[in-house]
């Protein structure tokens, strides 16, 4: 496609849903990252994928969060019993080359914005 | 761990003004560095990205410097428009997966 698509737009889930957010990265991008950004801060980085390969989680805040990416385009993250303080933007961003490449551009989805009441 | 800081934390100004956001960083071990803008409800865009190696970019109205041993980085916007109004984040790299972000500079140019 011509940019990263992230579905749904909004969520609103109940304290104790389990949620999944989608991203479609750009065609043929090989790098694809996740990023959480609540209310007035900056995005704080949460995982990267290589292809299919889930090459760094250290930014994930608990094991109540897990992403996937099995064919190596579309990546699934998924937050098991929401709570509160999930509620934020997540955004989703791909580049075209791997991990070797640091200058190469990040693009940014629109983003994913979860509500946890 | 790096933190990045971006200052002011608003900005308004009368359209057709020069204009200048900081950034600085704590750790200068950094590939390089990137401003974006967010537009509200939106994902980022990439305006700039400065190479370690490098001193300035330049893109249009918009000029951003570098100073890696210092920890800082500049962002000019000439003879702004309100078309610029939008939030304007920096953004250290530091590894292949390390995107450090501040917290952004909100800016409202007014026609």
Redesign the interface.
């Known amino acids: 496609g011509a940019g990263?698509s992230q579905s749904p737009r909004y969520k609103v889930a109940k304290r104790g849903q389990d949620v999944a957010l989608r991203c479609d990265p750009i065609s043929g991008h090989v790098s694809l990252?996740w990023y959480q950004q609540a209310l007035?801060?900056?995005?704080?980085?949460l995982t990267?994928f290589q292809n299919e390969a889930q090459?760094?989680k250290s930014g994930l805040p608990s094991d109540r969060f897990f992403a996937e990416r099995p064919e190596g385009s579309v990546s699934t993250l998924k937050i098991q019993r929401t709570q509160q303080e999930d509620s934020a933007v997540y955004?989703c961003?791909s580049s075209l080359v791997s991990?070797?490449r640091?200058?190469s551009?990040?693009?940014?989805?629109?983003?994913t914005?979860l509500t946890v009441t | 761990k790096q933190e990045v800081t971006q200052i002011p934390a608003a900005l308004s100004v009368p359209e057709g003004e020069n204009l200048v956001l900081n950034c600085s960083f704590t750790d200068s071990a950094i590939y390089n560095l990137q401003w974006f803008r967010q537009d509200p409800g939106k994902g980022l865009t990439s305006l700039l990205l400065i190479q370690s190696s490098q001193r300035e970019q330049t893109s249009g109205r918009l000029n951003a410097s570098l100073d890696k041993s210092s920890g800082r980085s500049t962002l000019y916007i000439a003879a702004s428009q309100p078309g610029d109004s939008a939030t304007y984040l920096c953004a250290s790299r530091g590894g292949y997966s390390t995107l450090t972000f501040g917290k952004g500079t909100m800016l409202l140019v007014s026609p």
């Not at chain 1, 007035?40 to 980085?45: A, L």
């Open positions: 990263v990252f007035g801060q900056g995005p704080e980085f990267y090459l760094d955004l961003a991990v070797g640091m200058n551009p990040l693009h940014f989805g629109n983003g914005r």
